[in-house]
């Protein structure tokens, strides 16, 4: 079963800007064929949708709190998927996840915003 790995994760101070990227862990996997989402998980609280992008890069969706300020996107080359976070808030605090609409979830990779 394929996997996905993200990384890109850190500590920025308000203001600041991250890209997170995600990639298959099967490299004969086509990212762009498929729709993927970025969610993310602050401690004591539920996992939550942050974006997505359908398969074939036809459309995103993104969730209230971060419209305006990230922005969800593939590499098709590279068989990656990008979350690029701008203006970073220390609500945005969490561990960020990729992942299909379903399927198993990745290790993650922890964002950190100080104020």
């Known amino acids: 079963q394929v996997q996905f790995v993200e990384s890109g994760g850190g500590l920025v101070q308000a203001g600041g800007s991250l890209r997170l990227s995600c990639a298959a862990s099967q490299s004969t996997f086509r990212i762009g064929a498929i729709g993927i989402g970025w969610y993310r998980q602050a401690q004591g609280k539920e996992r939550e949708m942050v974006a997505q992008i359908t398969s074939g890069d036809r459309a995103t969706h993104y969730a209230d709190a971060v419209k305006g300020r990230f922005t969800i996107s593939k590499d098709n080359a590279n068989n990656l998927v990008y979350l690029q976070m701008n203006d970073l808030k220390p609500e945005d605090t969490a561990v960020y996840y990729c992942?299909?609409?379903?399927?198993?979830w990745g290790q993650g990779t922890q964002v950190t915003v100080s104020s």
């Open positions: 992942r299909p609409p379903t399927g198993p």
